[in-house]
Nanobody, 123 residues
Framework: QVQLVESGGGLVQPGGSLRLSCAASGRTFSNFGVGWFRQAPGKEREVVAVISRSGVIKNYADSVKGRFTISRDNAKNTVFLQMNSLKAEDTAVYYC????????????????WGQGTQVTVSA
C-alpha cells in the first residue's frame, strides 16, 4: 500500500556531500516510521538512520553520527538523508523503508522498501 522511490545518489569525492530523498505514495505517510539502510559490496545490509512518525525521534548508526542527518517533510510525503563528510566506506546502495512501528533498527520491522540508490565515494 506504500510505494517508495529513492533519489539523489551519485558519485562524489571524499569529504563531499549528497542529499538522498525518499518519496512516498499510496497511504498517509505520517503513519509510518522510516529507516535508511545501506548495503556495500560483500557486506550485510545495515541500518543507517531511523526517524519516528512525527520526526521527533531520530537515531543513527555510530559510523555516521555527526555526519548524516535524517529528516522528513510529511506534507510532501518525503524523507531525506543529508550526508556530509563522505568517506569511501560510505559507498553502498542506500534504501529507504517504511513501517508501522515508530522506530526500529531491524530491517524486518519495515514492510515497504524502495529500489535503492547508488552512492559511490571515490577520488
Amino acid at each position: 500500500q506504500v510505494q517508495l522511490v529513492e533519489s539523489g545518489g551519485g558519485l562524489v569525492q571524499p569529504g563531499g556531500s549528497l542529499r538522498l530523498s525518499c518519496a512516498a505514495s499510496g497511504r498517509t505517510f505520517s503513519n509510518f516510521g522510516v529507516g535508511w539502510f545501506r548495503q556495500a559490496p560483500g557486506k550485510e545490509r545495515e541500518v543507517v538512520a531511523v526517524i519516528s512518525r512525527s520526526g521527533v525521534i531520530k537515531n543513527y548508526a555510530d559510523s555516521v553520527k555527526g555526519r548524516f542527518t535524517i529528516s522528513r517533510d510529511n506534507a510532501k510525503n518525503t524523507v531525506f538523508l543529508q550526508m556530509n563528510s563522505l568517506k569511501a566506506e560510505d559507498t553502498a546502495v542506500y534504501y529507504c523503508a517504511a513501517g508501522t512501528a515508530q522506530t526500529s533498527a531491524a530491517d524486518r520491522s519495515y514492510e515497504y522498501w524502495g529500489q535503492g540508490t547508488q552512492v559511490t565515494v571515490s577520488a
